[in-house]
Structure formats: C-alpha cells, structure tokens
Nanobody
C-alpha cells in the first residue's frame, strides 16, 4: 500500500520560510512524478511544483523563484522549501505521486494523495 504523509506546515508572517516534508511509504515504482499541490478555501486544487525520477522539475508561475522541490532518496522523503511566503500562499498543501516520469501539474492525473498540511501566512 502506498502512503503519503505531509508535515511541516504552520503559521508564519509574510516574508518568512517553511519547509514541507512528504514521507512516502510503499512506493516501489522506478519511474515517477512527485508533486506538491495546494488548495485555498473556495479555490480549486492547483499543482505548484513537480519532480520526476529523471531529476527534472516544473514550477507554477505563482511560486517560481520562491519555492524549491527536492527529494531525499535515502529517507524516501519529498520536500518543498518555501521562501518569501506571502498571504496568497495560505492553503492546505498536499503531496501526490504518479508512476510516470512526465512532469504534470494537473490534479486529475494523480491518484495517490497525502492528507495535507496547513500553511497560514499573515501580513
């Protein structure tokens, strides 16, 4: 069974930083795309950063230059370093996985999800 578990959310002031972590359990696929999504109240879930098994990355324009996605293979963890956070970044953040290396930010292409972690950024 594949399990994804996010952690690291919290409350920060604008300009601050957080690092989210996603632990992957039971993931045995050689090829993959691992992606961070977020969903703000009243809005749809949007993909913001993806990392493939080929070490390629893709970022949404809204986070490009501020967020960095990475993976620690030894710990089987996916990370999202978030710098210069702004109130618009307030959302529940989810990690998701698909067993194909193509980078996609479309939530309909993912079937494995974590439970989410809340990030709140105050002005």
């Amino acid at each position: 069974e594949v399990i994804l578990e996010e952690s690291g959310g919290g409350s920060v002031q604008a300009g601050g930083s957080l690092r989210l972590s996603c632990r992957l359990t039971g993931w045995t696929y050689e090829y993959y795309c691992l992606t961070w999504f977020r969903q703000a109240p009243g809005k749809s879930r949007e993909g913001i950063a993806a990392l493939s098994s080929e070490s390629t990355t893709l970022y949404a324009d809204s986070v490009k230059g501020r967020f960095t996605i990475s993976k620690d293979n030894a710990k089987n963890r996916l990370y999202l370093q978030m710098d210069n956070l702004q109130p618009d970044d307030t959302a529940t953040y989810y990690c998701a996985a698909r067993p194909f290396p193509q980078l996609v930010l479309d939530r309909d292409r993912y079937h494995r999800w974590g439970q989410g972690t809340q990030v709140t950024v105050s002005p």
